[in-house]
């Protein structure tokens, strides 16, 4: 098993920053796959950005040069740095990980809300 834990959502208005963090615990030796989802009232789950073992990234088109993901191997974490938030960015981001055998865990979900 892996316990995820979220934090550094928040309120921010818009054009601001936030960056969110996810710290992995447990059976974390096999982990390939780090990245972050969210999911906007009456909205499907969407992939934001991820980012695998080896460093290759992936983005949502929509947050393609505002959001940048990384990862801190040795700490077993994944961070989201978002700048240049706009209100369509509100919405539950959950950190996802994907392991080698395909076992996928989810964090509980941070809120990030954006003014205008």
């Known amino acids: 098993q892996v316990q995820l834990v979220e934090s550094g959502g928040g309120l921010v208005q818009a054009g601001g920053s936030l960056r969110l963090s996810c710290a992995a615990s447990g059976s974390t030796f096999d982990i390939n796959t780090m990245g972050w989802y969210r999911q906007a009232p009456g909205n499907q789950r969407e992939l934001v950005a991820d980012i695998s073992s080896g460093g290759r990234t992936n983005y949502l088109d929509s947050v393609k040069g505002r959001f940048t993901i990384s990862r801190d191997n040795a700490k077993n974490t994944v961070y989201l740095q978002m700048n240049n938030l706009k209100p369509e960015d509100t919405a539950v981001y959950y950190c996802?990980?994907?392991?080698?055998?395909?076992?996928?865990?989810w964090g509980q979900g941070t809120q990030v809300t954006v003014s205008s």
């Open positions: 996802n990980v994907v392991k080698f055998g395909r076992r996928s865990f």
